[in-house]
């Protein structure tokens, strides 16, 4: 599923975004849940829980532009569209990293091809980054930033490269299954490491750059090694 914001003060024209996003998902399969606000005020002030934005320019008080600039000012990921019919903004669009720019009327065919962009763009990011639920809350960060995983019981810990740890109950398994296999080995039944951290390979451990070392059980020994052997294009 795909969040999606409209910032769209004129009625219809949110309604037909809307209606296209409804068209786009019975042709391809997918769900969204779209949000529509009428004027910049009501966007996220501090973090952006949406996928994708579409946003009209000529909205009343802050324009659009205006909005995107702050919005970028906090927010330098999320896909942004312009839909409107000042199509003289285009070039200023790119100033603050807005994806495409669609000119009103809005044509379906039109409409669809840049969704499809878009959607692949948001689908990248997403395999880039790893999204867990802790007892506080969703949890989003950056596969790059995530250093091993280890368990004590049902209890997981994310370890990331800041040193902070994020915990919640789960199973290894279930973990690694969202984690690159290419990148991530699992060197005993209760650790799972980014094979990016690991800075030096010893007999019986590897050491990370967050300072631990982690130990090898018997089993996974060999099989790990040779993992971390391929990634690192050396010999142990």
Same mark, same amino acid.
């Given at each position: 599923m795909f969040k999606v914001l409209i910032v769209e003060d004129r009625a219809p024209d949110a309604q037909a975004l809307r209606r296209m996003l409804a068209?786009?998902?019975q042709e391809h399969s997918e769900e969204f849940q779209v949000t529509t606000v009428s004027t910049a005020m009501e966007l996220p002030e501090d973090h952006n829980p949406y996928d994708l934005i579409f946003m009209d320019i000529g909205l009343p008080g802050i324009n659009g532009m205006e909005? &995107?600039?702050?919005l970028r000012s906090y927010?330098? +990921?999320?896909?942004? @569209?312009?839909?409107?019919?000042?199509? +003289?903004? &285009?070039?200023?669009?790119? +100033?603050?990293? &807005?994806?495409?720019f669609i000119v009103k009327p809005v044509e379906y065919y039109d409409f669809a091809l840049r969704l499809d962009r878009a959607l692949r763009i948001v689908r990248r990011?997403?395999?880039?980054?790893?999204?867990?639920?802790?007892?506080?809350?969703?949890? @989003? =960060?950056? @596969?790059?930033?995530?250093? =091993?995983?280890?368990?004590?019981?049902?209890?997981?810990?994310?370890?990331?490269?800041?040193?902070? @740890?994020?915990?919640?109950?789960?199973?290894?398994?279930?973990a690694a299954g969202q984690l690159p296999e290419e990148s991530f080995v699992r060197i005993s039944n209760s650790c799972l490491v980014n094979m990016g951290h690991i800075c030096a390979v010893q007999r019986d451990c590897v050491r990370v750059t967050t300072g631990e070392s982690l130990f090898f059980s018997r089993p996974k020994h060999k099989a790990a090694l040779a993992s971390i052997t391929d990634y690192l294009g050396g010999s142990f």
């Open positions: 068209h786009y998902g909005a &995107a600039q702050l927010d330098t +990921q999320t896909p942004l @569209i312009f839909v409107t019919d000042l199509a +003289q903004y &285009a070039v200023k669009g790119y +100033q603050v990293d &807005a994806l495409d990011g997403r395999a880039e980054k790893v999204t867990v639920v802790t007892r506080d809350g969703m949890r @989003i =960060f950056p @596969i790059s930033e995530l250093v =091993f995983v280890d368990i004590l019981g049902h209890d997981l810990s994310y370890h990331l490269a800041n040193g902070e @740890i994020v915990s919640l109950r789960g199973s290894l398994t279930k």
